[in-house]
């Protein structure tokens, strides 16, 4: 059987394993025995996987990471989700396209180049909980690996580099007043004043643009107040969506939102941060070199926890992620096997 091929079946077999973030405890135990089997050094944390062959993955300088978890099945799908059509080249299952084929596609090029004995200074990171921002997932395991310079993270690109991504915050914004008799007139209503707030969020503005990536986003997606028809409600909590990009931090437009709003504003988490590659970062010339097309990812992934550069590649395509009847093409596996071990073979080569 050709590498391809192994690796391809490799898919498949994961794909029958339920594996929704937070319980990935049987993809991650398959895997690993999978990895060992095969000659791999494996070490488990949480559900997360280092793979290397045979060296520390404290001393490695390049990271290949993809997520071994899937978001629960979509509606509509006209199979079960978890049982794998493979025909006519195209494999259809929960997690075929996000994350199933960049994870097999990064395993096989690290396996080719392992027989080339280039992986020294390489760990595969087989991470979970990415679809849940999870504090178990890849977060979990950065520490144990001080040596990294530089990172490719597998999401289905089309096998094109997204070099910068856009960033999330959810902020919980309470607006106070005073609660009253709404005969009387009585009281602060704090739902105007949550009014007040939100026209002035929409009305927001962003000069300064960015070369990869839109504008933030900052909207109101969810409201709550009140606990009668005749009282004048003394609360009205919002939660906000908030999209930074490189030029807008999530520091920023914290700060953007506390200057122009009177509620008070918690931030769930400020971790998820906007990402991009330094304009003079060596790589950009290497992407030219190989006749790639950098762009802008307006979706999230595992990348918004990495403080190093970073690209975000790998086959199949992002409109098909967590949607019912979501698929990959076994050539486009193929393909990415190639396309890897090409780019991870020169990123080698380069002072990063």
Not at 42 to 64: E, F, Q, S, W, Y
Not at 150 to 169: C, D, H, K, N, S
Not at 203 to 214: I, T, V
Request: with cysteine.
């Amino acid at each position: 059987m050709s590498s391809v091929g192994k690796y391809i079946d490799l898919l498949v077999q994961l794909l029958a394993i339920p594996a929704v973030s937070r319980n990935e405890d049987t993809r991650a135990a398959f895997l690993l025995k999978w990895m060992t089997r095969e000659g791999f050094t494996v070490k488990r944390i949480h559900n997360n996987l280092l793979v290397t062959r045979n060296t520390d993955p404290a001393r490695a300088g390049i990271m290949l990471n993809a997520h071994m978890d899937t978001v629960a099945p979509a509606a509509g799908w006209s199979s079960d989700p978890w049982l794998p059509v493979r025909s006519g080249g195209k494999i259809t299952g929960l997690g075929s396209n996000d994350d199933g084929a960049s994870l097999v596609a990064l395993a096989a090029a690290f396996d080719a180049l392992a027989g080339e004995g280039k992986t020294d200074d390489i760990v595969l990171v087989l991470s979970a909980e990415e679809e849940v921002s999870g504090v178990n997932g890849l977060g979990a395991v950065l520490p144990e690996l001080p040596g990294l310079r530089f990172a490719i993270v597998g999401e289905p690109t089309g096998m094109q580099p997204a070099v910068a991504e856009r960033g999330l915050m959810v902020i919980d914004a309470a607006a106070s007043g005073k609660a009253g008799h709404a005969a009387r007139n009585e009281g602060v209503n704090a739902i105007y004043r949550a009014v007040d707030d939100i026209a002035k969020i929409r009305a927001m503005k962003f000069p300064d643009h960015s070369e990869w990536l839109d504008d933030p986003s900052v909207s109101v997606t969810m409201i709550n107040a009140g606990t009668a028809h005749n009282v004048v409600p003394a609360e009205c909590t919002v939660v906000i969506d908030v999209r930074s990009n490189d030029r807008y931090s999530n520091e920023k437009l914290l700060e953007m939102l506390g200057d122009r709003c009177g509620a008070t504003l918690s931030p769930r988490s400020m971790r998820l941060r906007s990402s991009f590659l330094e304009a003079l970062h060596p790589v950009f010339p290497l992407l030219e070199q190989m006749n790639f097309k950098p762009y802008g990812s307006p979706t999230l992934s595992d990348m918004a926890l990495l403080n190093i550069p970073a690209i975000k590649i790998g086959p199949g395509e992002s409109s098909r992620s967590h949607s019912a009847d979501e698929y990959v093409l076994e050539d486009e596996i193929g393909g990415a096997i190639d396309i890897y071990q090409q780019l991870i073979g020169n990123l080698l080569k380069l002072e990063l």
